[in-house]
């Protein structure tokens, strides 16, 4: 049954393929782009205004009928602007050579020998293909396709609102900007959640206001334990002041001990000397009597 399934499925696609295929020429559109993604194609950027469009389409027609193995294909950019965007087409008619995924913009003659020349010769191989950040199936280009595809809807919705309501320009201009406006809030408000929701705030937020008093408080705070300090620091010094005060006191005081002491030794031993030569006045003249009595 899943075999039935995918069967179903090719043949449907092919079908949508080979209905799109007039004359070998395959229309493109953002639907079925990436069907030049496979094998090597030359595509055609065209507008239905375009002169030069108009020109090159008998010469593009006959071209997709001659080349057999090369796929030809053509976008209309009026129905399909994402891929003008994708394609970064800025100018018209704009053609494209597309190898297995690597693009290459064609920049020479548009009669039939040239272009048929440009894919058998393999002139293709000398152009240097398009950069990967302008890769038209890369994830920065698919964004822009759609920015391109916005802008069409705009215009669009412009060309409805002045022709069939009959809203004049200046009206059109006021209410782009006022949904542009009202827009722009509600994104800019899922943003909000979004980064909240991420990255939840841990701390409470202060105001300045709260900031500032906290600051002063702090200061005031400082201001406080300085001055503690200061008054610690004197209280200090006064009570070592007061102890080396006590201290040579004392030392004086020993000192002055010390001295009486001496003072008195000092008186001892001078009255001692004075009682010495007291005694030896006394007895010297014992001495002398006896000795003239022992002459007589």
Not at 44 to 52: G, L, N, S, V, Y
Not at 94 to 120: A, C, K, M, W
């Amino acid at each position: 049954m899943t075999k039935i399934v995918i069967v179903a499925t090719c043949l449907l696609f092919a079908s949508c393929v080979l209905s799109q295929r007039i004359n070998g020429l395959v229309e493109l559109d953002e639907d079925n782009w990436r069907l030049m993604l496979e094998g090597e194609w030359m595509v055609e950027f065209f507008a239905p205004w375009c002169p030069a469009c108009k020109t090159l389409a008998p010469t593009w027609e006959s071209y997709a009928q001659q080349l057999q193995k090369v796929g030809v294909g053509r976008v209309d950019v009026t129905k399909s602007p994402a891929l003008s965007g994708r394609f970064f087409v800025t100018a018209l008619p704009t053609i494209f050579h597309v190898s297995n995924g690597e693009f290459r913009q064609y920049r020479g003659p548009r009669d039939l020998e040239s272009l048929i020349r440009f894919v058998v010769d393999g002139k293709w191989k000398s152009i240097e293909p398009v950069s990967s950040w302008k890769n038209p199936a890369s994830l920065q280009m698919s964004l822009l396709s759609q920015f391109f595809k916005l802008s069409h809807l705009l215009k669009d919705i412009n060309t409805r609102l002045h022709d069939d309501y009959g809203l004049p320009t200046w009206g059109s201009y006021a209410l782009f900007a006022i949904a542009t406006i009202f827009l722009g809030a509600i994104l800019g408000l899922m943003l909000v959640c979004v980064v909240d929701f991420l990255y939840p705030p841990k701390t409470h937020r202060q105001s300045f206001a709260e900031v500032k008093q906290k600051e002063l408080t702090e200061g005031s705070g400082a201001i406080e334990d300085i001055a503690d300090d200061e008054l610690e620091d004197e209280a200090g010094n006064a009570a070592k002041e007061e102890e080396e005060g006590d201290s040579t006191s004392e030392g004086e005081r020993n000192s002055g001990s010390d001295n009486d002491d001496e003072n008195n030794e000092k008186e001892e031993s001078e009255k001692s000397g004075d009682n010495e030569d007291n005694n030896d006045k006394e007895s010297s003249p014992q001495v002398r009597k006896r000795k003239t009595r022992k002459a007589d």
